[in-house]
């Protein structure tokens, strides 16, 4: 059975990163990674293009923590946590299945550094530790070459692609999905 209560909200450290909760204070940063179109290339979701949507994007995000059906963190530097630069949780749990989707995205300025794998890591650790997950299942578009190579460096295995998923902006879209089993 998973864990889903995620109160009060765990945050996460690495080495350089420390993994937090987003807050409303966080919507003109956010603004800047969901409104940047190179960081939102292969992610089929709409742009944030005011600190407005940017807001309105975090009361999902807090919602879904509230109601144990997503939990995602700012990714800031440990240093600078007033700053964030990306983010990166469990877009979507499969209670049935112990699974759970995990979803990350960066503003390119920081791309490039490493900060998506550490991340990972320590999402993943909490997913399989204290959510008890089985499964850890990430879902890209096949053309995302950059994304596809953090997983396989992750350990991530290729599982399907699936073509004509979605369809965003008038274009069909195909997913390459990849999991990770729990050691």
């Not at 990306?86 to 759970?100: D, H, R, S, T």
Request: net charge negative.
């Amino acid at each position: 059975m998973l864990n889903l209560n995620f109160n009060p909200f765990p945050e996460l450290k690495t080495e350089r990163l420390l993994l937090r909760q987003v807050l409303p204070a966080d919507a003109e940063s956010l603004m800047k990674i969901r409104g940047n179109e190179e960081a939102m290339r292969y992610i089929p979701r709409p742009r944030s293009k005011t600190v407005e949507d940017a807001s309105a994007m975090i009361e999902v995000l807090t919602s879904g923590i509230t109601e144990g059906k997503s939990i995602n963190w700012a990714i800031s530097n440990i240093e600078d946590p007033l700053q964030i630069f990306g983010m990166i949780g469990y877009v979507n749990f499969y209670p049935e299945q112990c699974k759970a989707e995990i979803g990350y995205m960066l503003h390119p300025d920081y791309w490039g550094k490493g900060y998506v794998p550490e991340a990972i890591l320590e999402v993943e650790k909490f997913g399989f530790e204290q959510i008890n997950l089985e499964i850890i299942e990430a879902k890209i578009d096949p053309r995302n070459d950059n994304s596809r190579k953090i997983l396989l460096r992750n350990h991530y295995q290729f599982d399907r692609l699936v073509e004509k998923e979605m369809t965003f902006q008038e274009e069909e879209i195909d997913s390459e999905y990849y999991i990770k089993n729990k050691q």
